[in-house]
């Protein structure tokens, strides 16, 4: 089983910045995506950004510019650098990986979260 570990999260002021980490262990083949969701209160969870093996990445409107998503394919860790931050970036912050246990096989995990707050 593979398990997800969010870490970086916290209280921050607007205009502030926090670096998440996402770390995988377990049987894992491969990593195929990994990225960041956030579910703020009395939302819908929401992709942030995502970034496939080979470095392509995705994020959504609201965090463009102001975040920046990296991974570490050897240590198979996933980071979200978040500057600029906003109060309505304030969320639950989850990492999700698509991954393989062996070459046949994919499977999705979720971490259990970490939460931002931004506020002054």
């Known amino acids: 089983q593979v398990q997800l570990v969010e870490s970086g999260g916290g209280l921050v002021q607007p205009g502030g910045s926090l670096r998440l980490s996402c770390a995988a262990s377990?049987?894992?083949?491969?990593?195929?995506?990994m990225g960041w969701y956030r579910q703020a209160p009395g939302k819908q969870r929401e992709l942030v950004a995502g970034?496939?093996?080979?470095?392509?990445?995705t994020y959504a409107d609201s965090v463009k510019g102001r975040f920046t998503i990296s991974r570490d394919n050897a240590k198979n860790t996933v980071y979200l650098q978040m500057n600029s931050l906003k109060p309505e970036d304030t969320a639950v912050y989850y990492c999700?990986?698509?991954?393989?246990?062996?070459?046949?096989?994919?499977?999705?995990?979720w971490g259990q979260g970490t939460q931002v707050t931004v506020s002054s």
């Open positions: 999700s990986a698509v991954y393989n246990s062996d070459p046949a096989t994919p499977f999705g995990a």
């Open positions: 970034i496939t093996t080979d470095g392509s990445t």
């Open positions: 377990g049987r894992i083949f491969s990593i195929t995506v």
